[in-house]
């Protein structure tokens, strides 16, 4: 692929010296107005984003809103380096996210590999990709922190981690009713409650409801894959019984039932392993007409007298089209509960020990047609079902008169689940997957020494111990007899794939953390630092055909250098923040199709390297600009003797485009009587990049342009917005996913095209 418009981009990267933190809004400072100061928790402590050594994009509440995004997928949009997949590839589910940040990430979505970006709600680890496209409802803070978060946020968090942030209770009573209505038969309503039951006892509930049509038909029954019907509720209650102790509960739950992804066809290879045993085999059967043909539809007159009984080309579809012909079955459903108390004890006034103790259980069945045909080619079904338990303490202190703040604590994670994987290639029919239970315990501390007034020294390290166990559960479910076409051969059902015991592995990781920062005055800063991050290995659960044990991958660790600065300028209208890093991966892991199962392995060595520029000004009082840009560069400097062929030193990574990057034109118009107008102008690019790591499937690059009209009255608490997403109609992919041998296909995920909405919110 080619990187259009990389050109202009340039020139608009180096023309832009005005842009930033997305969450940043204007503040009055007497006569005068500034961007407001934001706080974040990316290092478990409340302070300046300003002040804050490491490399961060925040949105509030606010920003989420005006931008227009209700799940995790649209911060991609407005954040350097960040890519997020809405659907694993080879799952078929709605509600299972891939995330990539500055390069790192990881495309599978099973029991038995982890994410690279790790993902907390509320300081609580969300471990599975499944589930993890959250809704954002009621949400305070959305904090994106690039580079491995070793140290403090710990597990699986090697390339960075997406801090969620929910509303707390509110002091005194107030509700929230808010709905959206737009393209597509989209209906989006919800509510929120604050009930202070005593002066010490708050509570909040929060429900909110989505529905929406699909865009991509099936010709074969009909339905429209890509719809939304989503159900979320949340209910938290602060409790203080005394000054200094607090108890902070925190429930929440998830219910979706949808179609599922679309997925397109976008190549066919009629001689692959198993579309030749359907073209020799099956469609004769199909189609009396091909019986002369020994090789039926592999025979070039075979495959027009074969017509529909033949898998071939005929399939094809325009990767972007809005109609498919997948005939299996398909649905993504998701049921995802969760509670977590967080207890917080003021021992003295420099002191404080913090308990988050947290449970989570989740029930998904989601099944992928991935032929794009009414044959019975390719398809598989899913049953995830999934429990994690986790406790972590903290002990947060400051001393030497408030030169040295630090935080000492412990973690401990259990997770178990079943992943029972259904199988079709049309001549086999085969069960995958199995059981796991995983464990994992830390111990850390982290501490910033004030040298001077203006220099600050910050480190920290952790130790990690995890276990993890892996019971396959895997068989032939029932196939043809075959025995002059290798691939089935001998094959029984009931046959075993792999042994039933239980395998396991441990892995223990010291993950440092050291930064220095100088404040060259109250408003600027500059930062220099290395952390350490990494993934811990595990087993491949997909085998087929058969092999004496699965296979396993070893762990992989990430170093990273960063520096960077933090400049408000200009009686605080410009904000410059920008950072650039290096990192050095060991044993990277990547997902390739080995046979036809997705395979886990280590890749061996990498580099990467980029930057990030985020920028805010404020020209006149009312007018808002932002600019963000990432850059990245990360390439293959050595490959392990055990990796697929199909990777090569000059394969690029998967979700990792080189260029990411977004403005913003906004202004406030003061009307009178409170009401106040807001046009906003959006805009995102993304240069090409690939979803896989052989480089098969990819997207090239292109521009997002949105833009809304907002009529707010801070007095009665009403506003409304109509908005418009994706207004040039572009089209772009949202994954693809391929196993070109012996499976035969290559498929992609397109997104939605032009979307328009009118949302409406009141606030009591």
């Keep these: 692929m080619q990187n259009r418009n990389i050109r202009w981009s340039a020139k608009l990267l180096v023309a832009a010296a005005i842009a930033a933190p997305p969450v940043t809004s204007v503040a009055q400072q007497g006569e005068s107005f500034a961007i407001e100061e934001i706080t974040v928790t990316a290092r478990r402590v409340s302070e300046s984003l ?138 989006l309503g919800g509510a929120s409650v604050d009930v202070p039951l005593a002066d010490n006892f708050l509570t909040k509930l929060s429900l909110q409801y989505q529905e929406r049509d699909g865009y991509v038909k099936r010709t074969t029954d009909g339905k429209e894959l890509g719809d939304k019907d989503n159900f979320s509720g949340r209910l938290s209650a602060l409790w203080s019984p005394t000054d200094r102790l607090e108890f902070f509960f925190n429930a929440d739950y998830t219910r979706s039932r949808e179609n599922g992804v679309p997925l397109n066809l976008i190549t066919a290879v009629a001689d692959a392993s198993f579309p030749a045993a359907h073209n020799i085999i099956v469609a004769p059967q199909i189609n009396p007409a091909l019986a002369p043909f020994p090789n039926g539809c592999l025979d070039p007159e075979g495959a027009i007298v074969g017509g529909t009984a033949c898998y071939n080309s005929q399939w094809e ?46 029930d998904s069945e989601f099944s992928r047609e991935g032929d794009g045909s009414p044959l019975d080619i390719n398809a598989t079904e899913d049953i995830f079902e999934y429990h994690q338990w986790s406790e972590e303490l903290q002990l947060i202190g400051n001393a030497f008169d408030g030169r040295l703040n630090y935080i000492i604590g412990g973690f401990w994670f259990e997770e178990d689940g079943e992943n029972p994987n259904t199988v079709d290639f049309g001549y086999v029919r085969f069960l995958s997957g199995g059981d796991i239970r995983n464990t994992s315990i830390a111990a850390f501390g982290q501490a910033t020494y004030d040298l001077t007034d203006k220099w600050a020294v910050t480190a920290g390290i952790r130790y990690t111990e995890e276990k993890k166990r892996f019971t396959p559960n895997q068989f032939i479910i029932s196939t043809y007899n075959v025995p002059f076409f290798p691939p089935f051969l001998n094959f029984t059902p009931g046959e075993p794939l792999t042994t039933s015991e239980q395998q396991s592995t441990t892995t223990s990781e010291y993950t440092p953390r050291f ?53 408000d300028l200009w009686d605080n209208r410009l904000r410059l923040n920008g950072a650039a890093y290096f990192n050095w991966y060991d044993d990277l892991q990547v997902t390739v199709p080995v046979g036809v199962a997705p ?162 919110d009141k606030r009591f």
Excluded: C
Excluded at 324 to 344: F, H, K, M, Q, R
Excluded at 548 to 561: A, G, R, Y
Excluded at 675 to 692: I, M, N
């Design 317 to 362: 579809t325009d990767a972007n089209s809005s109609s498919t012909d997948g005939g299996y079955p398909v649905y993504s459903n998701l049921d995802v509960w969760g509670a977590a108390i967080t207890a917080s004890y003021e021992i003295n006034s420099a002191l404080t020990i913090k308990s988050v103790t947290a449970y989570r259980d989740l």
């Design 515 to 567: 930064d220095i920062s100088y404040q060259i005055t109250d408003n600027s800063m500059v930062y220099a630092g290395y952390s350490k991050g990494f993934k811990s290995g595990g087993f491949t659960q997909r085998i087929f055909p058969a092999l004496p044990e699965p296979p396993s991958f070893e762990p992989e660790t990430l170093d990273s250098v960063e520096a960077g600065f933090k400049l």
């Design 50 to 187: 300003q002040e804050t050594p490491v490399s961060i994009t925040a949105f509030s509440q606010e920003g989420l809103e005006a931008r227009q995004i209700y799940s995790l997928e649209g911060v991609a949009d407005f954040t350097p380096a960040l890519t997020i997949n809405s659907s694993s590839a080879f799952s078929g589910s709605s509600q299972t996210v891939s995330v990539f940040l500055r390069g790192v990430g990881q495309t599978d979505f099973t029991m038995n590999t982890d994410p690279g970006v790790g993902i907390y709600v509320d300081d609580v680890y969300l471990s599975r990709s499944v589930g993890g496209l959250l809704d954002l409802v009621d949400v305070q803070r959305v904090e994106v922190l690039r580079g491995p978060q070793g140290t403090l946020f710990g597990r699986n968090s090697v390339g960075g981690a997406i801090n969620i942030t929910t509303v707390r209770p509110a002091e005194e009573f107030g509700a929230r009713i808010y709905g959206t209505a737009g393209s597509d038969s989209w209906y």
């Design 599 to 760: 395979t886990t392995q280590n890749a061996a060595e990498a580099e990467i390297k980029g930057f990030e520029l985020e920028v805010t000004v404020l020209p006149t009082e009312g007018m808002t600009v932002h600019f963000g840009a990432g850059y990245i560069d990360a390439e293959y400097t050595e490959l392990d003797d055990r990796v697929s062929p199909t990777i090569t030193e000059d394969n690029e990574f998967p979700g990792t485009p080189e260029w990411t990057l977004n403005g913003s034109v906004s202004y406030d118009f003061a009307l009178g009587d409170g009401y106040t107008l807001t046009p906003r102008v959006d805009w995102s690019y993304r240069s090409d990049y690939f979803f896989d790591a052989e480089n098969f499937v990819g997207q090239d690059s292109y521009d997002l342009y949105n833009a809304s009209i907002a009529l707010v009255n801070d007095v009665n608490g009403w506003s409304a917005r109509v908005f418009g997403k994706n207004l040039a109609d572009e089209d772009y992919l949202l994954h693809g996913e391929q196993i070109l041998e012996p499976a035969g296909f290559a498929m992609v995920s397109p997104a939605r095209g032009r979307e328009w909405g009118i949302s409406l």
